[in-house]
Nanobody
């Protein structure tokens, strides 16, 4: 049972990055997948969510710049990040809902946006 996040890196302000989150050993297709981020000294915040049916929601801070999507056949979710800002710098985590009060977290991937 594992959730593997990848795709982080260093980019200049205004640039783009794409993150991936792949699930293994767990039911993926029907469950909501969230992307969170945590900047140094700050609490972890919800960035975007996508239900099993593809309904998406975004935080105000990323709405219009980020796009969450999923490919249930590949048990993978994506976060396309455009027009990145220095304040987007954080460790990004994916989280998969598993029913009841159970969640599975990925290990996190660093995104750094230079000004």
């Amino acid at each position: 049972v594992q959730l593997q996040a990848s795709g982080g890196g260093l980019v200049q302000a205004g640039g783009s990055l794409g993150l991936s989150c792949t699930a293994s050993g767990v039911i993926f297709s029907f469950n909501t997948l969230d992307w969170y981020r945590q900047a140094p000294g700050k609490e972890r915040e919800l960035v975007a969510s996508i239900t099993g049916g593809g309904t998406t929601t975004y935080s105000d801070s990323v709405n219009g710049r980020f796009k969450i999507s999923r490919d249930n056949g590949k048990s993978t979710a994506y976060l396309a990040m455009n027009n990145l800002k220095p304040e987007d710098t954080a460790v990004y985590y994916c989280r998969l809902y598993r029913g009841g009060s159970r969640y599975l977290w990925g290990q996190g991937t660093q995104v750094t946006v230079s000004s």
